[in-house]
């Protein structure tokens, strides 16, 4: 029998690094009998955690999806990393969810991850529930770390199952909304007794929070009325789809203690996937709404990818609109381009299970979709719309690649670009300047992780280096100076002579200017080309270091010719001559490029980064504030200083701050740093050599 939307429920697992995740979702997984074992993260033996590289590291690396089916409800759940460097997985599950189940320590309390979690679910308008974990710790406090959860989120957090601890007994789970209580063994739940003074203050927060949601329940609150379990349930349902309540539940997953009445709060509060808003654009470029409707015309999000060279490729996909069927004949929103797919599937961490349609809401998978990427939009060809996909974020770690052995040269662009396709947040790209193929991540753990894979899936073994600068040369001074070729070997000969005067160039946007001064015909017209060729051919390498110069005026005002052994290539080798022997006298120097950087931090570590700028030979151009708590500083700083500055922000800020950069301009290196990079320069054309 086919789901309804309105039985489906999309949760996304997030929040910090090691809050329980991937436990819970093993937890809730084995609870409803989806899986025949409870997986564990320290034996690399889950559902959720099924990578190679994952069950090596003992930690989610990307977005894993399974699901399972309790009291009526399909519920798929998506297990996000918690690793900053891996946060394409957060990014790619945030689309396919209407709800971000947040994990948060029962020892450990709020974390970063805890602040990003909640931050990216409100920014893409996701309810929000809380589930306390690891109660089971020593010097876990549920109530310091509510209070604290209210301090940091305010007061729609909000507690519906409250665990009794005593010293010596058993754990008592408290559900407030049924006034039942339970003790947990080997995950079976046992009646039990508690205290109503123990759970008041919780039942009266949850009283009140309910009240604020209806005027009729509000009278009966300050009436000092009981509320019935319907209008609690109805209560709560409406207010975490409204963003007025996060529910909070809690449990020991590795005992599974507490877990049933984790189920039943997915089941009756967190919203189907019909209460949602999806945004699409149609071919005008209008912002239309899709209703979640099982008998709409089919539109499914792309949310995300698997590049495999074996099994070929896997698209993730949520259906927004319709019933995607095996076989259907579809358009590529964005492009147009027609689709035809082939089976469906239902997903189990890395297994995948056939089934003939996917319904509105529901979360599937379609293999060997070639030409479709994530973030498109698969939809019938009549409704041709585009939803807007996630904006993933920005790499910020460069690291030069290369290959480890002889052969594998032509491998490499082949093997990243089916990286690319799997991860947004990777950027590749050739820096013509260098010569060098640049991998660009979201930092070192995820670099290591692209490297690792790129060797096990496509065989090739790549080692990071720091990429080189593209620095560039120019002068200061004017100089002048004669350029002879004269070649004799019998027969015609070779001769030319130019007298030429290098200068700075002053003018913005231009980096070459070529002049023709000369006068009587001491160089004839027809030579005049070969003349600025020549110079256009040296300007390639420096002076100093063989970089690039730029900022040159060069003027030619005299020469000489022979009416019979002048040639163009006798005026192309002596304007070299002439620009070598007058550079070198012209106080030449090296240019480093400078970049523009916005950072944007919490206000308590602005005093640091400006210290950290100056340290870097920058300049700070300015603070703005932005949102509450955070600068955006504005920064001028030398990429040849930026190489570490993505793991200095991390640190310093515990994860909270960001930062982007673009190239502005080349400005004159110190003196006192030109002798390295020459030294550099040297040594890179002895290695090349």
Same mark, same amino acid.
Not at 26 to 40: I, M, N, P, V
Not at 194 to 206: I, P
Not at 353 to 376: F, H, N, R
């Given at each position: 029998?086919?789901?309804?939307?309105?039985?489906?429920?999309?949760?996304?697992?997030?929040?910090?690094?090691?809050?329980?995740?991937?436990?819970?979702?093993?937890?809730?997984?084995?609870?409803?009998?989806?899986?025949?074992?409870?997986?564990?993260?320290?034996?690399?033996?889950?559902?959720?955690?099924?990578?190679?590289?994952?069950?090596?590291?003992?930690?989610?690396?990307?977005?894993?999806?399974?699901?399972?089916?309790?009291?009526?409800?399909?519920?798929?759940?998506?297990?996000?990393?918690?690793?900053?460097?891996?946060?394409?997985?957060?990014?790619?599950?945030?689309?396919?969810?209407?709800?971000?189940?947040?994990?948060?320590?029962?020892?450990?309390?709020?974390?970063?991850?805890?602040?990003?979690?909640?931050?990216?679910?409100?920014?893409?308008?996701?309810?929000?529930?809380?589930?306390?974990?690891?109660?089971?710790?020593?010097?876990?406090?549920?109530?310091?770390?509510?209070?604290?959860?209210?301090?940091?989120?305010?007061?729609?957090?909000?507690?519906?199952?409250?665990?009794?601890?005593?010293?010596?007994?058993?754990?008592?789970?408290?559900?407030?909304?049924?006034?039942?209580?339970?003790?947990?063994?080997?995950?079976?739940?046992?009646?039990?007794?508690?205290?109503?003074?123990?759970?008041?203050?919780?039942?009266?927060?949850?009283?009140?929070?309910?009240?604020?949601?209806?005027?009729?329940?509000?009278?009966?609150?300050? =009436?000092? *009325?009981?509320?019935?379990?319907?209008?609690?349930?109805? %209560?709560?349902?409406? +207010?975490? &789809?409204?963003?007025? !309540? #996060?529910?909070?539940?809690?449990?020991?997953?590795?005992?599974?203690?507490?877990?049933?009445?984790?189920?039943?709060?997915?089941?009756?509060?967190?919203?189907?996937?019909?209460?949602?808003?999806?945004?699409?654009?149609?071919? =005008?470029? *209008?912002?239309?709404?899709?209703?979640?409707?099982?008998? %709409?015309?089919?539109? +499914?999000? &792309?949310?995300?990818? !698997? #590049?495999?060279?074996?099994?070929?490729?896997?698209?993730?996909?949520?259906?927004?609109?319709?019933?995607?069927?095996?076989?259907?004949?579809?358009?590529?929103?964005?492009?147009?381009?027609?689709?035809?797919?082939?089976?469906?599937?239902?997903?189990?961490?890395?297994?995948?299970?056939?089934?003939?349609?996917?319904?509105?809401?529901?979360?599937?998978?379609?293999?060997?979709?070639?030409?479709?990427?994530?973030?498109?939009?698969?939809?019938?060809?009549?409704?041709?719309?585009?939803?807007?996909?996630?904006?993933?974020?920005?790499?910020?770690?460069?690291?030069?690649?290369?290959?480890?052995?002889?052969?594998?040269?032509?491998?490499?662009?082949?093997?990243?670009?089916?990286?690319?396709?799997?991860?947004?947040?990777?950027?590749?790209?050739?820096?013509?300047?260098?010569?060098?193929?640049?991998?660009?991540?979201?930092?070192?753990?995820?670099?290591?992780?692209?490297?690792?894979?790129?060797?096990?899936?496509?065989?090739?073994?790549?080692?990071?280096?720091?990429?080189?600068?593209?620095?560039?040369?120019?002068?200061?001074?004017?100089?002048?100076?004669?350029?002879?070729?004269?070649?004799?070997?019998?027969?015609?000969?070779?001769?030319?002579?130019?007298?030429?005067?290098?200068?700075?160039?002053?003018?913005?946007?231009?980096?070459?200017?070529?002049?023709?001064?000369?006068?009587?015909?001491?160089?004839?017209?027809?030579?005049?080309?070969?003349?600025?060729?020549?110079?256009?051919?040296?300007?390639?390498?420096?002076?100093?270091?063989?970089?690039?110069?730029?900022?040159?005026?060069?003027?030619?005002?005299?020469?000489?010719?022979?009416?019979?052994?002048?040639?163009?290539?006798?005026?192309?080798?002596?304007?070299?001559?002439?620009?070598?022997?007058?550079?070198?006298?012209?106080?030449?120097?090296?240019?480093?490029?400078?970049?523009?950087?916005?950072?944007?931090?919490?206000?308590?570590?602005?005093?640091?980064?400006?210290?950290?700028?100056?340290?870097?030979?920058?300049?700070?151009?300015?603070?703005?504030?932005?949102?509450?708590?955070?600068?955006?500083?504005?920064?001028?700083?030398?990429?040849?200083?930026?190489?570490?500055?993505?793991?200095?922000?991390?640190?310093?800020?515990?994860?909270?701050?960001?930062?982007?950069?673009?190239?502005?301009?080349?400005?004159?290196?110190?003196?006192?740093?030109?002798?390295?990079?020459?030294?550099?320069?040297?040594?890179?054309?002895?290695?090349?050599?």
């Amino acid at each position: 029998m086919a789901l309804a939307p309105d039985k489906i429920r999309n949760i996304m697992l997030a929040g910090h690094s090691s809050s329980g995740k991937t436990t819970l979702a093993e937890a809730l997984l084995f609870t409803t009998k989806s899986t025949d074992r409870l997986g564990s993260v320290v034996d690399g033996n889950t559902v959720m955690d099924y990578d190679p590289e994952e069950i090596k590291r003992k930690t989610s690396i990307g977005a894993a999806v399974s699901y399972y089916d309790y009291a009526g409800c399909r519920v798929n759940v998506i297990d996000t990393p918690g690793l900053f460097d891996f946060a394409l997985g957060t990014y790619e599950g945030i689309m396919a969810a209407e709800t971000v189940l947040i994990t948060v320590s029962g020892h450990d309390g709020i974390a970063v991850g805890t602040e990003k979690a909640w931050k990216l679910a409100k920014e893409y308008g996701k309810s929000c529930m809380f589930y306390i974990s690891k109660l089971d710790a020593e010097h876990c406090d549920f109530d310091e770390v509510i209070k604290s959860l209210k301090e940091e989120f305010g007061a729609s957090v909000c507690p519906i199952v409250v665990p009794i601890k005593a010293e010596g007994k058993d754990t008592v789970y408290v559900d407030l909304i049924n006034q039942k209580a339970f003790t947990y063994k080997d995950g079976k739940a046992s009646p039990a007794e508690y205290s109503e003074d123990d759970v008041m203050e919780h039942e009266m927060n949850l009283k009140e929070q309910v009240a604020e949601t209806d005027d009729e329940l509000m009278e009966k609150f300050f =009436a000092d *009325e009981p509320f019935t379990k319907d209008e609690l349930v109805k %209560g709560i349902k409406n +207010a975490v &789809v409204a963003g007025l !309540i #996060a529910p909070v539940v809690c449990g020991d997953s590795g005992d599974r203690a507490g877990l049933d009445l984790v189920l039943n709060a997915i089941n009756d509060f967190v919203p189907a996937p019909t209460t949602a808003k999806v945004v699409a654009v149609n071919k =005008a470029g *209008e912002e239309v709404e899709l209703k979640i409707d099982a008998n %709409g015309p089919v539109a +499914a999000y &792309v949310f995300k990818t !698997i #590049a495999d060279p074996f099994v070929g490729k896997l698209s993730y996909i949520k259906v927004i609109s319709g019933t995607l069927t095996a076989d259907a004949s579809l358009v590529i929103g964005t492009t147009g381009d027609s689709v035809k797919l082939g089976k469906l599937t239902s997903i189990k961490g890395k297994r995948q299970v056939d089934v003939q349609s996917l319904c509105a809401g529901d979360i599937g998978a379609v293999s060997k979709l070639t030409d479709v990427k994530t973030g498109d939009t698969l939809c019938a060809p009549e409704l041709a719309v585009a939803i807007k996909p996630v904006v993933f974020p920005k790499a910020t770690l460069k690291m030069a690649i290369y290959t480890k052995n002889k052969g594998d040269e032509g491998k490499i662009a082949q093997a990243i670009q089916k990286m690319l396709e799997e991860d947004r947040t990777l950027q590749y790209y050739v820096n013509t300047e260098t010569s060098q193929q640049i991998l660009a991540g979201l930092g070192d753990q995820h670099l290591d992780v692209v490297s690792s894979k790129i060797k096990s899936k496509f065989g090739v073994d790549i080692g990071l280096e720091v990429p080189r600068i593209a620095y560039r040369e120019s002068i200061r001074g004017t100089a002048e100076a004669e350029g002879k070729h004269k070649k004799q070997s019998g027969g015609a000969g070779q001769f030319g002579v130019v007298n030429m005067r290098f200068e700075p160039l002053h003018e913005e946007g231009k980096d070459f200017e070529f002049v023709n001064a000369v006068v009587g015909g001491a160089v004839p017209k027809e030579f005049i080309p070969a003349v600025e060729k020549g110079l256009r051919e040296a300007l390639v390498h420096g002076v100093l270091a063989g970089y690039p110069m730029v900022g040159i005026k060069a003027t030619l005002f005299d020469g000489k010719y022979h009416p019979v052994d002048s040639k163009e290539v006798a005026f192309k080798s002596a304007a070299r001559l002439a620009y070598k022997a007058a550079c070198a006298q012209a106080k030449p120097c090296i240019l480093e490029p400078i970049d523009s950087v916005k950072i944007l931090i919490p206000n308590d570590n602005t005093g640091d980064i400006m210290g950290d700028v100056t340290k870097r030979r920058g300049r700070v151009l300015g603070m703005t504030p932005v949102g509450v708590g955070l600068q955006e500083v504005e920064a001028e700083i030398p990429e040849a200083e930026m190489q570490d500055f993505s793991t200095y922000i991390r640190s310093s800020t515990q994860g909270r701050g960001s930062y982007e950069q673009e190239f502005l301009r080349y400005e004159q290196l110190p003196g006192n740093l030109e002798q390295k990079v020459i030294d550099e320069a040297e040594k890179i054309e002895e290695d090349e050599d």
